[in-house]
C-alpha cells in the first residue's frame, strides 16, 4: 500500500519560516520524481516544486530564491524547506510521487499538510 505521509504545516507570519515533509512508504522511492504542489481555496491545484531522481530541482517563479526541495533516498523522504513565507503562500500542501514502471506511469498523492500565513 503506498502511502504519502505529510507534516510540518502549521501557522506563521509573513517572513517566517516552516520545513514541511513528506514520508513515502510502499513504493520504490529512489525511481520517483517527488514534487511539491499546492491548492488555495478557490484556486487550482499548482505546482511548487519537484525534484527529480537525479537531483534536478524546479520550481514556481512565485517561490524561486524563497523555498528548497531536496529529499534522501535513504530515508524515503522530501522535504520543502519554505523561508520569507507571505500571505499567499497559505494553502494546503500536498506531495506527489511520479514514476514509471513496466511502461506504466505511476502517480501518488498525499492528504495535504495546511499552511497559513498570517499576521
Known amino acids: 500500500q503506498v502511502q504519502l505521509v505529510e507534516s510540518g504545516g502549521g501557522l506563521v507570519q509573513p517572513g517566517g519560516s516552516l520545513r514541511l515533509s513528506c514520508a513515502a512508504s510502499?513504493?520504490?522511492?529512489?525511481?520517483?520524481?517527488m514534487g511539491w504542489y499546492r491548492q488555495a481555496p478557490g484556486k487550482q491545484r499548482e505546482l511548487v516544486a519537484t525534484?527529480?531522481?537525479?537531483?534536478?530541482?524546479n520550481y514556481a517563479t512565485s517561490v524561486k530564491g524563497r523555498f528548497t526541495i531536496s529529499r534522501d533516498n535513504t530515508k524515503n523522504t522530501v522535504w520543502l524547506q519554505m523561508n520569507s513565507l507571505k500571505l499567499d503562500d497559505t494553502a494546503v500542501y500536498l506531495c506527489?510521487?511520479?514514476?514509471?514502471?513496466?511502461?506504466?506511469?505511476?502517480?501518488?498523492w498525499g492528504q495535504g499538510t495546511q499552511v497559513t500565513v498570517s499576521s
Open positions: 506527489n510521487a511520479v514514476g514509471s514502471r513496466g511502461g506504466l506511469r505511476l502517480n501518488y
Open positions: 510502499g513504493i520504490i522511492f529512489n525511481i520517483y520524481t
Open positions: 525534484i527529480t531522481t537525479a537531483d534536478s530541482t
